[in-house]
């Protein structure tokens, strides 16, 4: 049985960042981004709520959703603030002008110290799960990923990735075909869960140009409160 574990509220949300056009959160393990049918209330609205009791706004408060994590993931979360900051945003991340770093820890060693990944993943709505497959077959997507060993644990092994392009569970997908289960990823193989229901795979690092200062801007999320995170840094 999973732990009832803490989601964002507008009280304990983790802000990274935020000025007049964005803002940056930490996600929390469960965290939904967007709303969807479980009727869970999503980040998107937290951040609004924090945003108006923080300002103290009347009436409703604008925010863009630019990208999502998966609910069972943590770490960096962009938003819009402004109407303005938002198609640039999208155009930045359709346009792959992002840089976006993740963290994994695996069960299995990867076959190189580091490589570059391409897929072609297909995507099966029922089973809210992707496929891998090694070369293009019919309604697939074209998905890239560099993955780096960053350090051996005692039962595990910390991946530093590279995101090329960004699909439907993109990296859960691409390292179940070399063999390299998330831990606590039971949709995708992992032979046991995590107390708190999450999986080990954390948005650690983004860089993007900010929408209408230009300036090149940098994120780094903390990682979750977890001995294993903490065995990734420390040990």
């Given amino acids: 049985m999973a732990e009832k574990i803490p989601h964002s509220t507008s009280t304990n949300l983790q802000v990274l960042f935020e000025d007049n056009h964005l803002i940056v959160i930490n ?10 049918k479980t009727g869970d209330s999503p980040l998107s609205d937290v ?9 103290n706004k ?9 990208h999502r994590l998966d609910r069972p993931t943590s770490g960096i979360v ?16 359709s346009e792959g002008k992002t840089k976006k ?23 099966n709505p029922k089973q809210n799960k992707s496929y891998a497959h090694g070369q293009e077959v019919p309604d697939s997507k074209k998905a890239v990923l560099e993955y780096q060993l960053l350090k051996k644990l005692k039962s595990f092994f910390l991946l530093e990735i590279n995101l090329k392009t960004g699909r439907h569970h993109q990296i859960r997908a691409q390292l179940v075909a070399l063999g390299c289960h998330i831990k606590g990823d039971l949709k995708y193989g992992a032979d046991r869960s995590n107390k708190d229901g999450g999986i080990h795979l954390h948005a650690r690092y983004l ?7 230009k300036e090149m801007m940098q994120f780094t ?14 040990g």
């Fill in 27 to 36: 996600k929390r393990v469960g965290d939904i981004v967007q709303g969807d």
């Fill in 47 to 55: 951040v609004k709520e924090y945003l108006k009791e923080k300002y």
């Fill in 58 to 66: 009347p009436g409703n408060v604008y925010l863009g959703v630019v």
């Fill in 78 to 93: 962009l938003f819009a603030k402004t109407s303005k900051a938002l198609p640039r945003l999208n155009k930045l991340f």
């Fill in 101 to 123: 770093i993740y963290w994994a820890v695996v069960d299995n060693a990867p076959p190189h110290e580091s490589e570059i990944l391409t897929h072609w993943l297909v995507r």
């Fill in 207 to 213: 860089e993007l140009e900010h929408p209408v200062k």
């Fill in 221 to 234: 999320a903390p990682l979750p409160p977890d001995p294993v995170w903490d065995a990734c840094v420390n």
